[in-house]
Each structure stands twice: as structure tokens, then as C-alpha cells.
């Protein structure tokens, strides 16, 4: 399955691959010859630990290079801001608190909520996904609560 990512997206993605598979990896590497070293390996922690660490390290180097090798560019002048897409920023009134929120929406591993990038896959998110300016979205987050937001501007 294909995932969407944004061309900075791709690019933050190669460089920790290239950081985690030029440096980590022969760190990881030195460490478990280092521990090997030591003599017996059944009773040997840190040679336990290099290479527990190691399986995780390839563990994130295998997932990125198959998001990497399956993601699709958004070309981002393609977009239209008619209605809330991926991409999109979305000025929202809390219908309930009256207070103004401010979203960007973006592919899943982009996410970052201290900067109001939220992943399409969110509940907010599905549920803001084709309203246009003026249109009311009614939520329900997992937990029960629900949430009520008048779309005010969406920009690129």
C-alpha cells in the first residue's frame, strides 16, 4: 500500500536512512565485536544488549526503505483548497469553547502535534476531510467526547 508523503517528507526520510545505515550501523557493529571480545557470550549483557539494538536498528532501516520505495510525492500544486485535503491548513471555531484552532494536515509519519500538523488518519482529521469554508464538522474522538468546528479559511 502506498502512503503519501511531502517532498520534505522523502527527503527527512533518506537522510535518517543514510545516518542510521553510515553511522549507527557500524557503531552497532564495533560494539557487538567489542562485547564478542569479552569471552562467553551466555552470560554476556552487553553483547545481549549491541545486538538487541542492532535488530531494532534494521527493523527501522527495513521501514524506511520500504516507505521510501512505496510512497507517492503530493505535488502540492495539484492541491485544492476548495475543501479540507491532505495538505491543507484549516482555520477551525470551536463550537463549543468559541475558541480558533489552527491545523495542518499531513501524512501519517509527519505528524507533529506541537506544531498543529495532525495526520489525516486522526479522528479531527476524517472528520474535516472534503467541508468547505462555513461547513460544521461534528466529531466523535474514540473516547466518547465529541467535538463541533465551523471551517473557517483553508490555505496551502
Known sequence: MASYVTKEGQEKMKAELEQL??????KITMQIAEARDKGDLSENAEY???KEAQGMLEMR???LKDIIATSKIIDESQLDTSKVSILTTVKLKNNVTNQEQV?????DNESDL?????????????GLLGKV????ADIT???????SFEVLEITL
Open 21 to 26: 545505515e553510515t553511522v549507527e550501523r557500524p
Open 48 to 50: 545481549d544488549a549491541a
Open 61 to 63: 532501516i527495513s521501514k
Open 103 to 107: 491545523f495542518t494536515l499531513v501524512p
Open 114 to 126: 506541537k506544531t498543529g500538523r495532525i495526520s489525516v488518519n486522526t479522528p479531527i482529521a476524517k
Open 133 to 136: 469554508i462555513g461547513e460544521t
Open 141 to 147: 474522538l474514540p473516547n466518547g467526547n465529541k467535538l
